[in-house]
């Protein structure tokens, strides 16, 4: 291909890139990308690391861990894509399609794989699909957009489409959070309390002494790598982790172990994860999967009243997607279905509300607006918010930091200033 050339297609969550990537790979590229269809490329993406990691489990091996003493599937993400990425390389490709690459990745392990993207961007043409400005990579020059109906489109200047792309980015909602439906009665101004709290698999340890607060109508972030035990300690505050008993940990007044049940625990919370998008089915409209967080069940198995459909209303209403009630859920675009997961956690104001990773694989775009939808409840709701992510987010004004620090003895916790 002469001198090595590395392209960025910045997305959308509207676009449909796999029809782009079948087409670079099977050799039927269009227009600008046409000039690679008598070459040879390969697909580095989270999706690939799934599909070695089925043939791991349905064969106890993948050629990609061949030559290694570990499994895919003991590695940490940023060990697997690292893994993956050598061995494509092995391989020879004329080019390699980066799907997201630092999608799910903490700090350190971001910091690593860009290190060898700048050393393969020496002899193999490189194509990055970018959903995040902040992720491009520093070396590539020459960008495309996916446009209405998957156009390509070449911008010739970079600094002139980052600067009219950038002012594509900001939002904010200005309507009124609808009031509640009822009022929580919680006397107790801590909600969540851990006191020297450890947690432990066999010989492995997640968590050492933690010792952390949160109080009623705080804004927190829980922030630690890959690894650290963010998921232990969400499962220890739903109450689904048994290792919660015996040790001093108290949810929302009561100790841990002193009678209290999973659900009493989880009527005080609201949560999202990008995950609860696959739960709904065709069936589920986007009126009812909001309307389902009044029962916390996924679907609505129960006539609404009609205060609750009132409600719905002017929820929708607040993040502009009145006009699609009666559509289903997963015929939204991607951004869309995380706005309504937010919306639907909130609807009941819940006294505490658990955003796991809520703006992973969103466009700037879209995560502009779930950011500004996260500022409004804090600013104006009573419900304390929980962030968790493996890296801060520019936009998101979190009051305080609790920051996980991994270490053979298990990982450590600190409230940041």
Request: proline share 4%; hydrophobic share 40%; charged share 20%.
């Amino acid at each position: 291909m002469g001198i090595t050339k590395h392209w960025a297609i910045f997305l959308s969550n509207s676009a449909n890139k796999q029809v782009f990537i079948q087409q670079l790979l099977s050799q039927k590229a269009k227009d600008i990308f046409a000039e690679l269809n008598s070459l040879e490329g390969m697909l580095f993406s989270s999706l690939t690391v799934n599909e070695y990691i089925d043939e791991e489990n349905r064969h106890g091996f993948t050629v990609v861990t061949k030559h290694l003493n570990r499994s895919l599937k003991s590695m940490s993400s940023g060990e697997q894509k690292k893994a993956l990425l050598n061995f494509l390389v092995s391989q020879k490709p004329d080019y390699l399609i980066l799907d997201n690459p630092f999608d799910n990745l903490d700090v350190e392990a971001q910091a690593s794989l860009l290190a060898m993207l700048c050393e393969i961007s020496s002899h193999t043409s490189l194509i990055q699909l970018v959903n995040r400005e902040r992720d491009l990579l520093p070396f590539i020059k020459t960008v495309v957009s996916i446009e209405q109906n998957n156009q390509l489109v070449l911008h010739e200047h970079l600094p002139t489409f980052l600067e009219s792309y950038r002012n594509t980015q900001t939002y904010s909602f200005s309507g009124e959070i609808p009031p509640p439906i009822k009022h929580y009665d919680l006397a107790n101004p801590e909600l969540i309390k851990f006191n020297k709290v450890d947690v432990s698999y066999g010989e492995k340890h997640i968590l050492k002494d933690i010792t952390w607060t949160i109080h009623k109508n705080e804004f927190w972030h829980l922030i630690g790598p890959n690894g650290s035990g963010k998921t232990t300690m969400l499962s220890m505050i739903t109450g689904d982790n048994p290792k919660g008993y015996g040790q001093d940990l108290t949810l929302f007044g009561r100790r841990k172990g002193t009678g209290e049940t999973v659900w009493s625990i989880k009527n005080n919370i609201g949560y999202v994860t990008p995950a609860m998008t696959d739960l709904f089915t065709a069936s589920h409209t986007l009126e009812q999967m909001l309307m389902s967080g009044f029962y916390d069940s996924i679907g609505l198995y129960n006539k609404p009243s009609d205060l609750q459909i009132k409600l719905a209303k002017q929820w929708l209403t607040l993040i502009e997607m009145d006009k699609l009630k009666k559509k289903p859920f997963f015929m939204l675009s991607a951004g869309q279905q995380r706005m309504a997961l937010v919306a639907r956690a909130m609807v009941k104001h819940p006294p505490l509300l658990i955003l796991d990773e809520a703006i992973a694989g969103l466009d700037d775009h879209n995560a502009s607006l779930v950011i500004s939808l996260i500022n409004k409840f804090a600013n104006e709701s009573e419900t304390t918010i929980l962030y968790v992510s493996h890296r801060t987010e520019e936009g998101l004004f979190p009051r305080n930091i609790f920051q996980l620090f991994p270490s053979e003895e298990g990982s450590s916790g600190v409230v940041m200033k």
